[in-house]
């Protein structure tokens, strides 16, 4: 992300660019959790100053502390954010944990939904 230019392109740059990296490193330590670790750069562009943020692909979820974990999720979809779905927090939360979906108990299916045919065949192989 370019602080400091437009959606347009036009560079106007960015005014006090130290305080304003400090204001940006501060907001987001105060107002996301877990701790993010954003690269922030100062830049000279065309004379004008300039703020360079690149966030390296981390496992999230990342959330506002302020929605807490399970309201506080944002994803990007095209052009917009939504506030991920308990769904989406669930395969989020998997993901991390290096668990596929059909890896997890299914705890309301009792005997009677086990193919005992299949796993013989399986267990034959």
């Known amino acids: ?3 400091g230019r437009g959606d347009d392109s036009v560079v106007s740059g960015v005014q006090d660019v130290f305080l304003q990296e400090e204001k940006l490193t501060k907001a987001i330590s105060d107002s996301i959790s877990p ?4 690269d922030i750069e100062c830049v000279t562009f065309e004379g004008k100053s300039l ?3 690149r966030v390296p692909h981390w496992k999230g979820p990342f959330y506002l502390k302020s929605k807490g974990p399970e309201c506080g999720v944002y994803v990007r979809l095209g052009s917009t954010n939504r506030v991920a779905g308990p769904e989406l927090l669930d395969e989020l939360k998997r993901s ?3 668990v596929s979906f059909d890896q997890l108990p299914c705890p309301e299916v009792g005997i009677e939904g086990v193919d005992m045919d299949r796993i013989q065949i399986t267990i034959d192989f």
């Open 35 to 38: 701790l993010l670790m954003p």
């Open 51 to 53: 703020l360079v943020v």
């Open 1 to 3: 992300m370019v602080i």
């Open 96 to 98: 991390l944990s290096n």
